[in-house]
């Protein structure tokens, strides 16, 4: 990825999780210094540790629920990639509250030590959730529905304060939708696993995975690489009419969750044929779930030039490779 981006100071909320991690090695590949503010609880500390011998490279074991972290992480740098977030639509309808106070609260913090630390850019995760009910397909990023969970809700409001925080106080903000991120480094465990990980692991122990609903559900999953790509676009583009609006950022396809398991099933039974014959079960829809999901990439491709490199299918033999080796 030729992207110039080198010497500068950046902070990455969330930085040991999936995505965050990953930003935090592609800035520091190129000679970058990444400070990473994160508490664990969703992120890991293996997700880091080949860094932490890094001298460009500072940990701070901090929470966006508290200001003085969030001040304290800010302080001197350049840019900020904020990822730090509670993911998952069942986990926010579980537990709305401590969703919004991370997702909503924590947001709002890391703006104000952004402008109060005088940050060049923020950077944000956003999310293909905010399109709700809209039935429009593909998503184009200023129509959008009503919100179907809390977690979407959280996401919508962080648009809404960026969008203010860079009318009212001038900092430049860019938001990215991500839409059904995957690849190296995704947790497979856990109640709330994404559901590729999830049924890599699953069909490397040989258990039959379970799909939500009949697979007709379809999604833009988006390989880590694609998702790389646009944050440092987002951090180094000097035109104007980029800044101060939302991305999508997607392969800009899709992909039935049918689809999605007969790629798994072939991409890992190159290296355990036993894998191919592993039958599909189907449960219940999930409560909260967009039906379809399929991103126009056109404004992230005028304004940002990002050009998405790898599609469900390059990306996932990527990750199941990645897994076979790593799990």
């Not at 990953?22 to 520091?28: G, I, Q, R, W």
């Not at 979407?152 to 991120?181: C, H, M, P, Q, W």
């Not at 646009?230 to 992909?255: C, I, P, Q």
Request: contains cysteine.
């Amino acid at each position: 990825m030729n992207i110039d981006l080198s010497g500068k100071k950046i902070v990455v909320t969330g930085g040991a999780g999936f995505i965050g991690s990953n930003l935090c090695e592609a800035l520091l590949s190129k000679n970058n210094t990444v400070v990473c503010l994160d508490n664990f609880s969703t992120g890991k500390r293996e997700n880091i540790s080949t860094f932490l011998e890094n001298p460009k490279f500072v940990l701070i074991e901090g929470d966006i629920r508290n200001l003085n972290d969030c001040i304290k992480a800010t302080k001197g740098v350049d840019y900020v990639l904020h990822q730090a977030a509670l993911g998952s639509v069942p986990r926010s309808i579980k537990d709305p509250i401590t969703s919004n106070n991370v997702n909503v609260g924590g947001f709002l913090n890391m703006l104000v030590a952004s402008r109060d630390n005088s940050v060049k850019r923020f950077v944000y995760a956003a999310s293909s959730s905010t399109y709700g009910d809209s039935k429009s397909m593909p998503k184009v990023e200023d129509v959008i529905g009503k919100p179907l969970s809390p977690y979407a809700v959280t996401k919508y409001v962080n648009e809404l304060y960026a969008d203010v925080f860079s009318k009212t106080y001038g900092l430049e903000t860019i938001g990215l939708r991500y839409f059904n991120v995957f690849g190296r480094k995704q947790d497979p465990n856990g109640a709330y696993a994404a559901v590729i990980p999830k049924f890599v692991s699953q069909l490397m122990r040989g258990e039959s995975p379970v799909i939500n609903g009949d697979g007709s559900y379809s999604r833009d999953f988006t390989y880590i690489d694609n998702v790389i790509q646009a944050n440092l676009l987002s951090l180094v583009t000097h035109n104007k009419e980029a800044l101060n609006t939302v991305y999508n950022v997607a392969f800009g396809d899709r992909n039935t969750l049918n689809d999605l398991v007969g790629f798994l099933k072939k991409y890992l039974s190159e290296f355990d044929k036993t894998i191919a014959e592993i039958a599909i079960k189907y449960g219940e829809n999930r409560v909260g779930d967009i039906p379809h999901s399929h991103a126009d990439t056109q404004k992230a491709k005028q304004f940002l030039s990002y050009n998405p490199k790898f599609s469900l299918q390059k990306g996932l033999k990527e990750s199941v490779k990645w897994y076979w080796e790593n799990l």
